[in-house]
């Protein structure tokens, strides 16, 4: 059996095991969600040791440079030599300001940072409850915003989404590790055409990439679709209603069940993808939202012609 | 002489043509049950293997790794009108690239070369 390192522990475990496995197996708490290298809270540092690629997939050069990866998809082998992912990681602790319910199951929180918590449009901040349950949430604010704006979609029987549409008070505070993710814009691309689709409250990163657009001086086309069940389902954020003035942005709004909303269209969000990149076929994709359907979409957009490396998905994989 | 690897382009030519091979296999409907994982980057780490061996480049796969590597895939009827299929993709693709025919039919050798392992015979 391999023995590896956490700090100055060795630890055995079975060969083929994944780190976070054989963690917890020993009795070491760290994060986890979906256990499928999508959400990285299981994000660990190997100062030593075998690191596949899988397991930094997804992850930023710096990470990768600092020998970042995720414990889910990190097979345990001799010599490997993990801490804790580093300072960067545990942010400090938001503070409900504000709470918005648009619809009778979607909230819309705004929380004042901790000190040097700034994080971009479109990355992912996971919340941590008393209790130590964990979920990652998607920003929809930018940087220079006063508060850190979620949109957070109440699951039914859901234990982080009750807390955070219902039960917690104004003023209730929130540890924060983050920020991850790259579903952000990248530099230097103002005359790339965007196509953003935001399913159910999988809107708020796609809201904060178009506003972070908007202030960056974009000068392509940035098409945002938003997708929701009914008409009823889909919600008007403050900040999308500033935006709509925008001539760079087309907002398509898409349900599943009619009537159409006003300016949209009934149909499958699949297909209404597809014909916004048949229009701007250069455009670089982020695409946000319930897991089915979200990997539907980017199946469909990379059969579609979008190369993998310009299409950026943040699929909200329940944890398990 | 340069080697197949590197007349075909070496690894920048893996990385242009992985997207176009993996694109007609979801496309085919003959393989695509076989490459529709919603895990699509660990998919496509995958076709760059398949492509790195076939363009005889470094990789060191054996008869085993291959058998090995299918064994699910024939348990789920993987047969030689699936290698056919891919290898008629690759044929394609290559040909996409502007690779010499003669290229192309070396290309094709090696895929059949491990065909009796692909399908654990
Ligand atoms: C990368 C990423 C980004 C995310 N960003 C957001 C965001 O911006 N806004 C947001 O609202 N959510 C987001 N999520 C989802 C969020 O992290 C939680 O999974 C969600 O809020 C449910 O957590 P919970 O504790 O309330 O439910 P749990 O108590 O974990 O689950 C309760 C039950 O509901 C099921 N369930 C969980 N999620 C769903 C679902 N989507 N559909 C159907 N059943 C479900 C579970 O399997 C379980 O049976 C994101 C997830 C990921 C991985
Ligand atoms: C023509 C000869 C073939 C060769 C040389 C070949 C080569 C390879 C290689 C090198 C890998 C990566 C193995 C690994 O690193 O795990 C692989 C994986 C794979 N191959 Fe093939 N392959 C061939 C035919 C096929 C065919 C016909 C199919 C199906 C239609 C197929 C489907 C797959 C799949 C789905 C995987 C990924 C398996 C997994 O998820 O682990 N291959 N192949
Ligand atoms: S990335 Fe490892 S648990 Fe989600």
């Not at chain 1, 075998?50 to 414990?71: F, H, I, M, N, S």
């Not at chain 1, 010599?79 to 709470?99: K, N, W």
């Not at chain 1, 859901?158 to 924060?176: E, V, W």
Request: aromatic share 4%; net charge neutral; glycine share 8%.
């Amino acid at each position: 059996m391999p023995t590896f390192h956490w700090e100055d522990r060795a630890i055995e475990a079975p060969a083929g095991m994944s780190a976070l496995e054989a963690l917890l197996a020993a009795g070491v708490l760290i994060p986890s969600a979906c256990r499928a290298g999508a959400c990285q809270s299981c994000l660990v540092r190997a100062s030593a040791g075998t690191v596949p690629p899988a397991a930094q997939l997804g992850l930023k050069d710096d990470q990768r440079a600092r020998g970042e990866a995720l414990a889910c998809r990190l097979p345990v082998s001799d010599g490997l030599q993990l801490t804790p992912a580093g300072p960067s990681a545990l942010a400090g602790e938001l503070v409900l300001q504000r709470r918005l319910r648009p619809t009778p199951t979607v909230a819309v929180l705004y929380f004042s940072p901790p000190p040097g918590l700034r994080p971009l449009a479109g990355q992912l901040l996971h919340l941590i409850r008393e209790d130590g349950l964990s979920r990652p949430y998607s920003v929809a604010s930018l940087p220079e915003d006063e508060h850190i704006e979620l949109h957070v979609r109440q699951v039914p029987n859901g234990q982080m989404s009750t807390t955070l549409c219902d039960t917690a008070p104004i003023g209730a505070r929130l540890k924060a590790r983050g920020p991850f993710g790259d579903c952000t814009l990248r530099d230097g691309e103002q005359d790339r055409p965007l196509l953003l689709v935001g399913v159910g409250t999988g809107l708020a990163p796609m809201l904060g990439l178009a506003r972070d657009a908007h202030h960056r001086g974009w000068r392509a086309p940035v098409t945002l679709i938003q997708a929701g069940l009914n008409a009823e389902a889909l919600y008007t954020p403050e900040t999308l209603s500033r935006l709509s003035a925008w001539p760079m942005l087309r907002w398509r709004p898409v349900v599943l069940q009619g009537p159409a909303p006003e300016g949209g269209e009934v149909g499958d969000v699949v297909e209404a993808a597809k014909r916004a990149l048949a229009e701007t076929p250069e455009a670089r994709v982020y695409l946000c939202g319930d897991a089915p359907v979200v990997n539907r979409l980017r199946r469909a957009l990379f059969i579609a012609g979008a190369s993998l490396s310009a299409l950026h998905a943040d699929p909200f994989t329940p944890t398990t | 002489m340069a080697s197949l690897y590197e007349r075909l382009g070496g690894e920048a030519a893996v990385n242009v043509a992985v997207e176009r091979f993996y694109r007609r296999m979801l496309s085919d409907e003959r393989v695509a049950d076989y490459f529709d994982s919603v895990d699509m980057d660990r998919q496509m780490a995958k076709q760059r293997a398949f492509l790195t061996m076939v363009f005889g480049g470094p990789a060191n796969y054996s008869g085993k790794d291959m058998r090995t590597a299918h064994a699910h895939l024939v348990s789920r009827g993987l047969n030689d009108g699936h290698v056919d299929a891919v290898i008629e993709h690759l044929g394609g693709v290559l040909k996409e690239l502007g690779a010499a025919d003669a290229d192309i039919a070396e290309v094709a050798a090696i895929a059949n070369s491990v065909r009796d392992h692909v399908l654990s015979r």
